[in-house]
């Protein structure tokens, strides 16, 4: 199953075991959605649940926030992080807050949904990464779907649960194939070691873990060390419990994010491995991300802003043996 | 409009402006802080209004004290929420700006200008989706007519048709800016007639507020789609207790005070009601008790808890069904 399908599986199953679910967003109707995300939905469901938009980010999110509080459960379709921008109000000053302000009497049970980040040639203006933004707001669950099976069960998981929830894609993965296993019962917030290992742990989310996932041959020949690779799939709340059992084990941290590096999340990662973590550190943690420069449209230049498995295999060995690993 | 109605609406007016005057005393006082927007002037738009579309879903904007009381919120719980006590609607956690309660289908104390017009579109969808025909009224001031979720949402609802009652409170001002130097024309109702039907009221006489707002609830109620209505007011004090409102003449401010609601509401009821002075006095005393015992109340409630803090980020208990 195709990744853009678990999607589409998820928002289907939960849109028949529950009338109250709707879809909104640009294109998601008779369209299909920008990224074939909704597709055939409005066959099934009608144009009632499957609500074509305008191209009026700010208001996509806001009609889901007021359609929450009135007892629907929405799930809005943003076409790109960039985009998203234009509904930040209604993310952090309404879908994040209204809970809280309202000591608990008004409850959300909203997703919102977007791809981010660099896909090939989009530009500054489609190819960011936000997730630093969004979990430096309290009252949001930030998921990130790297994994065609846990996209399927976190998506499903978020549009029945009744908090809000912000639903991260990558524009690379919707055709990324993986085994979907519907009678699974996942944790959505428990982070998913990829690969075990005990020298090294690198953490990742997203499309790096794929990266990832290509540099390793190399790095432990390299090294001749072993690397545990752990995808984080909740932003926040952090499953911080699978990163100490690793950190314990293997002595030393990598982060790996596609985000620019100043500002980035995964300096909160690296940020809590020196507060938490120091004395099972054998070696200073290493951040690799995005060159701090808008993404570039040339294709040469815009690989050189962002890890690629050659630079990620590159900057690990290189501090592997600076570190004496 | 009966008796009782009439009456009653002039009896939460007052109730209304004890309220928020007591509000200010408690301000320069330091007992309540933050910001503070009085309703005083504007009282017979917002009881009125909120009288008219008594079932339905409302949602409104930071100056919304009045409004809330008027829905049937407890005056002791409101001003309790002023004070930041645990005993407030919001427990202390919202403020003057952030009055919700949903078992009244009222929905804020919204403080982002225009913020709340999206929300109300979501919930007149939802309410159109689940069959409900009430319908949901929102309240913006002229100053949020310039934003781009107005337009947005304008927009939607006139293309989907909604049960949505835009409600423009137009006191002149946007903040302290003469609204017609931020707007191209005084009536904000102008923006909306490409895509509804609009009316205006004069939002200073309770009675036509009152009926304006049936009619429109009618309106929406038929399956018409939305329609905006424009209410004509003023606020006799700043845009909130940090305005002097030096931006305003004494002339002007006389001008909006000749033409006071309850003075009007209190003309009403003795020529077509035949009510006497000791019966409207009566009701001002049992106003002022209410407002005294909200306020006694309010200042002997508790402090939140310190744990209180963590409280309600999520939803800690709602299984995921």
């Known amino acids: 199953m195709l990744y853009r399908e678990a999607l589409n599986r998820a928002i289907d199953e939960a849109m028949s075991v529950d009338e109250t679910v709707v879809v909104l967003g640009e294109d998601v109707g008779l369209y299909g959605g920008s990224y074939r995300v909704t597709e055939g939905l409005v066959a099934k469901y009608g144009e009632e649940r499957l609500i074509d938009t305008p191209i009026a980010e700010l208001s996509i999110v806001g009609n889901a926030v007021g359609m929450a509080m ?83 069960h976190a998506l499903k998981y978020a549009i029945l649960s009744d908090d809000p929830v912000v639903f991260i894609e990558h524009e690379l993965l919707y055709n990324k194939k993986g085994e979907v296993d519907p009678s699974e019962s996942l944790d959505p917030f428990k982070a998913r070691v990829v690969k075990e290992g ?64 100043t500002g980035s999340y995964g300096a909160q990662i690296v940020s809590w491995a020196a507060e938490e973590m120091f004395y099972s ?16 449209y040339n294709r040469t230049l815009e690989l050189a802003s962002i890890p690629t498995p050659g630079t990620i295999t590159e900057r690990i060995v290189e501090w592997g043996e600076k570190n004496g690993l | 409009m009966n008796k009782l109605l009439a009456e009653e609406i002039y009896y939460e007016m007052v109730l209304g402006r004890l309220f928020e005057l007591a509000a200010k005393e408690h301000y320069m006082a330091g007992d309540i ?39 049937g919120m407890d005056p002791k719980a409101v001003m309790a929420e002023l004070f930041g006590k645990a005993t407030g609607v919001s427990r202390g956690r919202g403020g003057s700006m952030h009055l919700f309660d949903p078992s009244h289908f009222f929905y804020g104390g919204d403080a982002i200008v225009g913020g709340q017009i999206p929300n109300a579109v979501g919930c007149a969808y939802a309410r159109k989706y689940q069959g409900r025909d009430d ?30 009652l835009f409600v423009c409170e137009n006191n002149g001002y946007a903040i302290g800016t003469k609204i017609t130097r931020v707007a191209p024309f005084e009536k904000q109702a102008k923006k909306a007639e490409p895509y509804m039907v609009t009316m205006e009221v004069d939002g200073m006489d309770a009675i036509a507020v009152y009926e304006a707002v049936r009619e429109a609830q009618h309106l929406i ?36 005070k000749a033409k006071d609601p309850i003075e009007r509401m209190e003309k009403v009821l003795t020529t077509t009601y035949g009510m006497g002075t000791e019966q409207l006095e009566a009701l001002k005393a049992r106003a002022q008790q209410t407002v005294d015992d909200a306020v006694a109340f309010a200042d002997a409630s508790a402090e939140p808890e310190l744990k209180e803090l963590f409280e309600d980020i999520f939803c800690k208990g709602c299984a995921n069904v």
């Open chain 1, 70 to 152: 009135a007892g629907l459960r929405p799930v809005a379709e943003i076409m790109t992080a960039n985009f998203a921008l234009l509904a930040f109000d209604q993310i952090i000053n309404h879908m994040a807050k209204y809970r809280y302000m309202s000591a608990g009497k008004i409850t959300l049970p909203m997703v919102v949904r977007f791809p981010q980040g660099v896909s090939r040639q989009l530009a500054a203006q489609h190819s960011e990464s936000y997730e630093q933004m969004l979990c430096a707001v309290p009252g949001l669950i930030v998921l990130a779907a790297g994994d065609v099976n846990y996209a399927y």
């Open chain 1, 281 to 296: 550190l054998d070696a200073a943690p290493l951040r690799i991300a995005a060159e701090d420069v808008p993404v570039p």
């Open chain 2, 135 to 164: 319908g949901v009224m929102v309240i913006f001031g002229d100053g949020a007519t310039n934003g781009g979720a107005f337009f947005e949402s304008l927009n939607i609802a006139s293309t989907q048709k909604l049960p949505l």
């Open chain 2, 33 to 71: 802080a933050g910001f503070l927007h009085l309703d005083i002037g504007q009282e017979g738009f917002s009881v009125a209004a909120m009288k008219a579309f008594e079932k339905g879903d409302v949602f409104t904007t930071y100056r919304e004290h009045v409004m809330a009381i008027a829905r």
């Open chain 1, 198 to 261: 005990k020298d090294v742990t690198i953490v990742s989310y997203l499309k790096m873990v794929d990266d990832v996932m290509e540099a390793v041959p190399e790095i432990e020949k390299k090294l001749g060390k072993s690397c545990e690779v752990i995808d984080l799939c909740s932003l926040n709340p952090v499953d911080f419990r699978t990163l100490e059992a690793s950190l314990k084990k293997t002595g030393a941290i990598v982060i790996v994010e596609e985000d620019h590096k």
């Open chain 2, 221 to 256: 109620q038929s399956g018409h789609g939305p329609v905006f209505l424009e209410a004509m007011t003023c606020r006799y004090e700043g845009h909130s207790m940090s305005d002097p409102a030096t931006y305003r003449s004494k002339e002007e401010l006389a001008i909006c």
